[in-house]
């Protein structure tokens, strides 16, 4: 089993920035890629962006290109999401996810694991 706990949402003001944070324990973290998803009500779940195990590589959706940076840190078994420019857009529930494969993947159906989300809020 793996655990996924979110933190670091909240509320901030367009052109402001938040770090959210995916601290993982149970299996060994560096062996699983992991990813970001956001949900904002009455919408589906979306991607948001991906890391590989090893950190080498990133996927970003276009709509957060240039604004969101995915980083992991397998000492910490963190993975974390600095946004910044954030947009009213972006107000969502934010979900980490553990893909044990350990290739990055764009399609929720791929990630075995999911933590509970952390909200954040974006006003104009």
């Known amino acids: 089993q793996v655990q996924l706990v979110e933190s670091g949402g909240g509320l901030v003001q367009a052109g402001g920035s938040l770090r959210l944070s995916c601290a993982a324990s149970g299996r060994t973290f560096s062996r699983y890629s992991m990813g970001w998803f956001r949900q904002a009500p009455g919408k589906e779940r979306e991607f948001v962006a991906a890391?590989?195990?090893?950190?080498?590589?990133?996927y970003n959706a276009d709509s957060v290109k240039g604004r969101f940076t995915i980083s992991r840190d397998n000492a910490k078994n963190t993975v974390y999401l600095q946004m910044n420019s954030l947009e009213p857009e972006d107000t969502a529930v934010y979900y980490c996810a553990a893909d044990l494969k350990g290739w990055p993947a764009r399609v929720s159906s791929d990630y075995d694991y999911w933590g509970q989300g952390t909200q954040v809020t974006v006003s104009s």
């Open positions: 890391i590989s195990w090893s950190g080498g590589t990133t």
